[in-house]
Structures are given as structure tokens and as C-alpha cells.
């Protein structure tokens, strides 16, 4: 049989309108924030992929009933408190399981969460999530890979977020959620103040909680006895959003995004700008159009509002065929650079010198058979596919799918020779 895999022949142009799914990053956290809440919570654009599908499974365990309804909404509702534990098997599959943490916690006074490992970007340490429950009274233990904790009431206070690469967007995220049920006043410093933690905010305060200066690095949280249930719609995926802009630029297409947000994607349309990529906004959506020859530029990733990590492989790609070097710096995730290789093999210059690659562009990229190595650098592989000549074969496209809602049938709808076939290849 084999896993799935993507064949895509490459050298169409894209062309038409594409609408842009919920934001996974944002869905994530706020299903999990339904442990917080009495009664229903119903949540509108909650994207279908795997991850989310993931902690719904995980929520079902901790007795949460997760339905999808008919009109697509997401119907989540607290049928049952009594286990508070997420197991290494759903941890492994999913490091996104963290952000139950600081809910069980807060609601059910006990959780107990497998430690998550690292992963294909790199380590990926929790210190600072187990500090923020640490500073609201928590007692926290690890035993045998769990983190144990505990608490009869979280008390607010003062917590400083920030670790060696900046603050920490599910560590902000499991604070804040445990601090909307503690006694007093929680104030969290260097917050991450990415969209998807100030939509995670939104969401609470429509639920009854008391924050304020979400978005930005100082978020207050007044603890409030009782959060309710809501109806919410998700934020659009801006990275679902960048990853298409790339689509239509590197086949010198021209794209219409619907339901994307601008001001979500300030520097990734300040760095396409300077490549010479055309973003403009219209009644009909966001157009992306673009020029011949692209330009190279300089690139760092950064906590928001600076360039997000989860677009830097996409750009890379983008950046393989502009008209000259490059230089990109990974300031969040510095090990996250295992689509350089793939890219590579698809006659792309590219040339690592610790956190920071290299770009030489060149002329054009040839298909070939490559491998996905975690989700963003799975839709980096997919974009050099399609510009690429000849045909190029994606393995393992299940870290694909973990985030991208229908990527192949988006990409197929305008314009895209992309199609999704079974006895992909696994060899490691
Ligand atoms: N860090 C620590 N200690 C911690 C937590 C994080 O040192 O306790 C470090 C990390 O190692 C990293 C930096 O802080 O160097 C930022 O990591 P962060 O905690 O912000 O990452 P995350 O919350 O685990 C989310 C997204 C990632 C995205 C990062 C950075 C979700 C579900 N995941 O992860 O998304 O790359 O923020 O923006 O929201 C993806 O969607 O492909 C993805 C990996």
C-alpha cells in the first residue's frame, strides 16, 4: 500500500481565488480552553486536519464531547471531569497537547501531561510553561515522563515569560488559561503577542474571563470564578495564507485570497514587497500577483509582529529562484532547516552555516523525489514542486496534513497539476 504522497508537475501558472481556512494554531488552544467552561462552546471555522482532529481525540479521553455539526461548527461540551491525564501517545503525535495543561489545572485542580520530547525542528523544552504553573501555586513534579500538577486554588501574580529565544506562544497560552480561574490579579511580561494568543484572549473574555492587553507583551488577567460557554469563529490561518501568497508568486500567478488578514502578515509582505511579489488588497479579497524577476533579500525570523519561523521554509523556496543571494537567519527554532536538503536535491543552491542558509538563486528548480520532514517544510517542497520542471514526488505528506486543510485540492482548484496518490515511500 505505502503512505500517501503528492506528484505534482510543475510549471503552470496559478490562477483564480482561494479562501483561507481557520487558523490551526489558533483553533488548537481555544478546543482545549473548552475544559475551562461550563456548558457549550461552539466554534465556527475550525480548519479540518489532523492535528485538530488530534486533540479532539485527546479531549474525548479527558471527557469533553467534540461534534462536529452539520453547518461545520465545532460543538464542544464538558460531559465529565474525572480523568486529567494526556498520555505520551497523543504527546508524541502532537506537541500541541501541552496547552490542556493549564485548563486542568485551573478547572479540575490535577493534570497530569506526558513531557512532549523535541522534534523534527528541534528541542523544544517546556521550562517556561511548568514556571508560569509553578508561579500560580501550582505544585509541579515530573514522574516518569509526566508533568505531575497540582493545585487547590492557582493564586495570580506576577510571571516573566521569556526564555533564551524570546517568549513562548502555548506557554502564554496555558498562563493565561490558568490564570482566568485563579484568585486575583495574574500579570504575564514578555507575553508572546502573536495573533493566534490574542484571539485565544478574545475568545476567553466572550466566555466571561477578565483580559486586557492581549497582543501585546503585558497581558493582565483578573481571575473570575466561572467561564462560560460562547459561539466563536477562529482567526484565518495567516501561515495557510503566506504559504498560498508563495503559491502564486513562484508560478508567476496571480491569486485572490479570501478571509485573510493583512495586518497578521505585516513582514512577510514587507520581505515579498522587496522581492518584488505585488500584495494588494481589493473588495475581493487579498491579490497577489507577480513580476519576472524576483529580487533577493534578507531574511531573520522573529517573534510577532517580526517574520514568523512557520513561513521561513516557504520563503526559502520562493527564494531559490530569485535573481541572486539570499541570506535567511532562524532566530526561533535554529535547528528548523531539514527542507535544505530536500530543496537541494531539487537543484537549488542552498548552503547552511548554523542558524542561517545561504540562498544562491538559480534559474529554475528540477522535479525530483523529496521528503517531508515536518509540516512547514512539507509545504516548501509542495511550492518548489510546482515551479519547479518535470515531475516532483512528495513523501510523507502527512506532516502535510496535520495543518493544511485540502491543500491539494486548494492548489488543484487553481490551476495546480498536483495529485494526491497512495505507496509513497517511507525509507528514513
Ligand atoms: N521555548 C523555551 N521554553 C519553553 C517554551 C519555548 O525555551 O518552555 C523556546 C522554543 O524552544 C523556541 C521558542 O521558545 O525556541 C519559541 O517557541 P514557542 O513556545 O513559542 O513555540 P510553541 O508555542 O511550542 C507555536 C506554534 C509553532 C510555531 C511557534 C513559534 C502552535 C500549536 N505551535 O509553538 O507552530 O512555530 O509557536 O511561532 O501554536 C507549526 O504550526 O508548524 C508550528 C511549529
Known sequence: MGLPYFEINGGTRLRGTVRVSGAKNAALPIMAAAILCEGEVILRDVPRVADVFSLAEL??????DVERRADGALRLVTRDEMNCRAEYDIVRKMRASI??????????????????GGCAIGDRPVDLHLRAMRLLGADVD??????VARAKRLRGREIFLGGPFGSTVLGTAN??????????????????????????????NKCGASIS???????????VRELHGCEYTIIPDRIEAGTLMVAGAITNGELTLENCRLDHLMAFV??????????????KGVVVSSARRLEPVDVTTQPFPGFPTDLQAQLMALLCVADGNSIITEK???????????????????RKEGPTVIVEGVKRLVGAPV???DLRASAALVLAGLAARGTTKVNRIYHLDRGYERFDDKLRAVGADITRKEGGDDAG
Open 332 to 350: 526561533i527554532f535554529p535547528d528548523r532547516f531539514l527542507h535544505v536538503a530536500e530543496l537541494n536535491r531539487m537543484g537549488a543552491h542552498l
Open 59 to 64: 479531549l474525548i479521553k479527558l471527557g469533553v
Open 371 to 373: 521528503m517531508a520532514s
Open 142 to 147: 515530573l514522574v516518569a515522563g509526566d508533568i
Open 270 to 283: 514587507d520581505r515579498l514587497a522587496a522581492i518584488g511579489v505585488n500584495v494588494e488588497k481589493t473588495d
Open 213 to 223: 492587553g492581549h497582543g501585546t507583551p503585558r497581558i493582565v488577567v483578573e481571575g
Open 99 to 116: 496547552c490542556v495543561l493549564g485548563p486542568l489545572l485551573a478547572k479540575r485542580h490535577q493534570a497530569q501531561v506526558s513531557m512532549p
Open 175 to 204: 498562563a493565561m488559561m490558568a490564570a482566568t480561574l485563579a484568585e486575583g490579579v495574574t500579570v504575564i511580561e514578555m507575553a508572546a503577542c502573536e495573533p493566534e494568543v490574542a484571539d485565544l484572549a478574545n475568545f476567553l
